[in-house]
């Protein structure tokens, strides 16, 4: 079973999305700041990031994405945002997948499935 680090400060979508994602059959961890994930990236080493970019305190996702990276760079991040402009800022571009926010969960999900799938055809 896959681990993921779910990084997303607003309490409901964490909700959901940990829901979701555990009927999916993943193991879910959560942090709600970049400080947290962090933290948590380096204690638990989950099998998968999904990084929110707006965070609250003094740390958003790019920076979070960058120092999860910075220590654990096989570490894959899917962006997981309601805002597209961050698609073009080449920070970004060390993410793995960059997924709009959605009712629909689906392409969120087919990242997943894409990104771990790689992952354990390289491992």
Not at 16 to 26: F, K, N, P, S, V
Not at 37 to 66: C, Y
Request: proline share 3%.
């Amino acid at each position: 079973m896959a681990r993921i680090l779910l990084v997303e400060d607003e309490a409901n979508v964490r909700l959901l999305y940990r829901q979701e994602l555990e009927r999916e059959g993943y193991e879910v961890i959560c942090a709600a700041d970049g400080k947290a994930a962090v933290e948590m990236a380096n204690t638990h080493r989950p099998d998968l990031v999904i990084m929110d970019i707006n965070l609250p305190e003094n740390m958003d996702g790019i920076e979070s994405m960058s120092r999860i990276l910075g220590e654990n760079k096989d570490i894959p991040v899917i962006i997981n945002t309601g805002y597209s402009e961050y698609q073009d800022n080449f920070m970004s571009w060390a993410a793995e997948a960059y997924v709009l926010k959605s009712a629909d969960m689906t392409p969120l999900k087919d990242a997943i499935a894409e990104v771990l799938g790689r992952q354990e055809e390289a491992g």
